[in-house]
């Protein structure tokens, strides 16, 4: 039988005791690699008491401390880097280059919850009022959530427990079911690493995991990571059950390229940028946007585009992966021919696409629409596959207001060799992250990751110091020390004298 996958509770790897289980394949061939609980309301509320209990004696844990944590937790992780991103690649199907990226921008994160000394220090000032001094604390919150999307399996978990934990919090890990295995590496490298009992729990599941988790009395806190109505779900609930909530959601990205943008540098990131990761990123390039004459390199991009080919983790030559599941594949599959439909240039259709010895592996080659409007179904909903949509503009006005127009704000970039064009491309674009020749823009860690409109529903974003402000309250303290040999008369006004 395929390897059962446990639950972490109060420092215990666990067999779940539910009737409901889930299998886990590898998207590269289908065979079921092990086989998820979906946790009872009993060990999800077990879960919950852990993280509540633990909170207990983490909070009062020096500072200094909880960083020594994080960096032995970042060195561990260093460790078996390699071991790791190779597992991602068997969960996800991903290529190893590609496995490996995802889990080192997760221990840059680690990295920066081990700085949290600096990251977390509040402010003072000296003589507010005669004799009056005010500063200002941070505090932990408690129990707090996070729920992951299958994507990033290292990543976006990393993006969340560290840091929460860094900060004095313990936590409760829900991660995608469809590739939960890399989620439980880092769990039980944190547990090696030397974490206490009940700092992080993991719980697995769907709908009904999560929803207990929103409305549970003693959560303090939820981050979200997934799809655009998931998020709302999220954000909904959590804030309607008055928890701090952050919800990181769909997204449809443009890179506009203008004439003066070198040609070749252009064509190859608006390649790798889309069908990248069998275009399964939330900053992956969707839509480009060619201005004026740039509209005449299409051609070149097709002719880039059709070089790529998707593989197995372990092929030198392949781009990229399979679909994660047979559903994702078969969602793209529907939206291409929905583009057809609806009257887009197919320029290059990946729906038939095969790896040899792999007859069901999820693939889709590299697609490539051009003739796009704003009102087809391929523009307007979330593809999710290595699917890329040419559209054209006059100048850089027009491309500002097609972006500017689009729900989605998670990231945008822009190619060009003009500075007055990046920034007023910068200043103007109602997009949270933009790229300047570079087509990815995801912020190193010592900044936030900062997705817009429907692409994020919360106000403190992920990591950086967003992220040490959603983890924690702030307290604030005004105090004044009596000379006894003075005494003052009845304040009768909050004026502070
Ligand atoms: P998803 O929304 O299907 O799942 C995300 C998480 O929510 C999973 O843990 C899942 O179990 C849970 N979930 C699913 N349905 C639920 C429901 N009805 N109620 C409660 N919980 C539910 O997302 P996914 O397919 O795993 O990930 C892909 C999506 O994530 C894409 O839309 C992508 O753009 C988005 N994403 C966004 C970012 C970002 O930073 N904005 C980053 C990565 C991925």
Redesign the pocket.
């Known amino acids: 039988m395929a390897y059962q996958i446990p639950l972490l509770i109060g420092g215990n790897m666990v067999p779940s005791s539910t009737e409901q289980w889930l299998e886990v394949h590898n998207p590269a061939t289908q065979k079921v690699i092990a086989r998820l609980p979906c946790a009872t309301e009993a060990e999800v509320a077990a879960a919950i008491q852990a993280a509540g209990d633990a909170f207990l004696t983490w909070k009062e844990t020096p500072v200094p401390e909880r960083a020594r944590l994080m960096l032995r937790y970042q060195a561990l992780l260093k460790e078996h880097h390699d071991d790791v991103a190779r597992l991602l690649s068997r969960d996800t199907g991903k290529t190893f280059e590609d496995a490996k990226g995802d889990v080192w921008r997760g221990i840059e994160v680690v990295e920066q919850a081990a700085n949290i000394s600096a990251l977390s220090m509040g402010e003072a000032l000296e003589n507010v009022a005669s004799g009056v001094d005010c500063y200002s604390l941070t505090q932990p919150l408690g129990v707090c959530v996070g ?6 399996p290292a990543m ?1 978990p990393l993006w969340m427990f560290p840091l929460a934990i860094a900060c004095g919090n313990t936590f409760v890990l ?5 590739d939960p295995l890399v989620p439980m590496r880092l769990a039980e490298l944190f547990m090696e690493a030397g974490a206490p009992d009940g700092l992080l729990q993991v719980v697995h599941g ?2 009904d995991v ?2 207990q988790l929103l409305i549970h009395p003693q959560v303090r806190a939820i981050s ?8 709302q ?2 954000y909904r609930t959590g804030t309607d059950h008055l928890k701090r909530v952050q919800a ?4 449809k990205n443009h890179m506009v390229v203008l004439p003066d943008a070198n040609r070749q540098q252009a064509i190859n990131n608006l390649v790798g940028a889309s069908v990248g990761a069998a275009g ?1 990123r ?1 900053m992956a390039i969707s839509v480009a946007v060619l201005v004026g004459e740039a509209a005449s390199w299409i051609p070149e991009l097709q002719a880039a585009m059709a070089k790529v080919r998707p593989g197995i983790w372990n092929d030198p030559k392949a781009g990229y992966g399979p679909q994660i599941s047979a559903s994702a594949k078969e969602r793209v599959l529907r939206l291409i021919a929905e583009g057809k439909r609806e009257g887009a240039n197919c320029l290059l259709d990946g729906s038939d696409a095969e790896v040899s010895g792999y007859p069901n592996g999820n693939w889709v080659g590299p697609t490539l629409f051009s003739g796009v409007t704003t009102n087809m179904t391929i523009y307007r909903e ?1 593809i ?1 596959g290595p699917v890329l949509l040419v559209m054209t503009v006059d100048s850089l006005e027009d491309a500002i207001a097609l972006v500017n127009a689009n729900p989605y704000g ?1 990231g945008t970039s822009i190619f060009t060799a003009s500075g007055a064009a990046a920034r007023k491309y910068q200043h103007e674009i109602q997009v949270g992250q933009v790229g300047i020749n570079v087509p990815i823009p995801v912020p190193l860690p010592f900044f936030s ?1 900062t ?1 817009w409109r429907n ?2 529903y919360g106000d403190l974003h ?1 990591y950086g110091k967003q992220a040490v402000r959603f983890y924690t309250e702030t307290k604030t303290v005004t105090a004044r020390w009596f000379d006894d040999d003075v005494v003052a008369s009845p304040n009768m006004s909050i004026h502070l004298k």
């Open positions: 729920i992951t999307p299958f994507n990033f976006i829900k991660p995608s079911e469809q769907g709908k999560v929803d979200f990571v997934g799809s655009v109505a998931v998020g779900h999220i990181f959601a769909g997204a399964q939330c979330e999710f998670n990751f997705g692409s994020f992920a």
